[in-house]
């Protein structure tokens, strides 16, 4: 999207205040805070490591997300979509603690799969109270909870279900699994109204009148993240009315990145909110993955079946991570890391077709024309056809990145370097001499044509194939026409390297051996 010369800012930050932090430190003996403090500057340098280009990297822990959370919330008492209940909840007479969200796990009341937190179900993606699951076990020592009572504060969900559906409807374009979830479950089920405080010190106090003691629930505060991180770059930027045109206008577009496991939260919480308040824009697409399995099993943190990024990028470079990332991305349905297919794709995608076709281009204009790009004289139809491909592909590459389709958006640009190799076995250039200006001038417009496409999915190796190209382009500074602009006959490249490394047997097994069931 900045390519294509809009105003993006491009928001993220950690969600520091929910219960499964508060039941991490405990374990860890340290304070939430010691806790966030240590993780945070990991989970931001490996993004930047990455490339990925953040805007704002923040934190719900920062004064500024307590300050929004607090006037988003006193205005929805004030409208009175807040009320007080008295409850029933779950408590460890053995721990001396109430028992929300991942303090308590259980059977799911909607489906019955076992081994649940008390706030939504992995399984069916269910949302539901604590106190709804069945047979619950404290998630400290194991006990059985008992019952108590006491006042908590409720958003007024039921009122906006109507509201919400009339959103959801206008967005048929989402991803097809994405809508039919959400019209289903508001069509169904509708929407309940959701008990939005809890009884522990962490997290942004709750603003109403008697709640003393109480925190807003981690999923009714953290999707206001989005709007205070977008406040801390206005203030870090020196500009702090700026994320009022980002949030108060009507003509943003606001796009959610998230995981399946958070979909309602996106589509129907976080509108239901926004339309609750009155001021802000509303998503205009919430893009849901589906999960990344790992070599055919759930990926495990605490049984040590992960790969931990930060480890992964001391041996790959990012590129190799983010290629494969986007290749295997979990679209419409659940993927899988494996090793061995990790090793096939860089090897045989990544190096022998795009980087492969690259090299032997650049290596040919160093080797035959003395880094020149040779005036190609008249074009044949074999070499017209192959730029009119260039143009078909970059269109399409543009409407699947336009319309978050990112992963048939590389196998495009992939394809466009299968027809490169193909184009030159075609016409042999190192043979047939007399095809070689020609088929070289050709094949270079192709490489240009790929190095601009690639930027957003590669951006490291676009910068280093800018180099080897001798444009005056890096990744930030590309516009995505560039494309077009043919490299002119007289063009003196630099001497190219091979872009990827292969990934070797002895890695995988390497790799593989560090995997561990515990």
Known sequence: MRMLGHKVLFVCGTDENASSIVLEAMKKGMTPQQLCDTFYPIQRDTFAKLGISFDIFSRTSKKIHYETVHEFY??????GYIYRKRIKQWYCPKDDKVLPDRFVRGTCPVCGAPDQYGEACEICASWYEAFELIDPVCTLCGGKPIVVEKDHYFLKLSALTQQVLTYIKSKKFWRKSTYNKTVSWLENEGLRDKDITRDYDWGPP???????????????ENLLGYVSATKDWSLQTGQPDAWKKFWLDSETKLYCFIGKDNLFFHTILFPAILIA????????????????????????????????????????DPDVIRYYAAIIAPETKDSDFRWKDFQAKINNELVA???????????????????VVPEPGEL??????????????????KNKLENCRFKSGLKLILGLAQSGNRYLNDMRPWMVIENAPRTTYTAMQVVKALCILMTPYLPFAAYKLMGMMNLNLTPESVRWEEFRIPIRPGHKINKPEPLFRKVSD???AHQTAKLSLT
């Open 74 to 79: 006193a205005k929805l008492w004030e409208k």
């Open 206 to 220: 709750a603003p109403f009148p008697g709640a003393e003691g109480q925190v807003l629930y981690n999923w009714a």
């Open 277 to 316: 308040h009155g001021d802000y824009v509303l998503p205009y697409n919430v893009i849901v993955n589906e999960f990344v399995n790992l070599e055919g099993q759930k990926l495990s943190t605490s049984r040590g079946w992960v790969i931990w990024l930060h480890e992964m990028l001391e041996t790959y």
């Open 353 to 371: 077709t795009l980087g492969n076709f690259i090299h032997r281009v650049l290596l040919f204009v160093h080797n035959k024309f003395n880094g």
């Open 380 to 397: 044949k139809p074999r070499d017209k056809e192959l730029l009119e491909e260039v143009d078909s592909v970059a269109a399409m590459v």
């Open 506 to 508: 002895e890695e995988i």
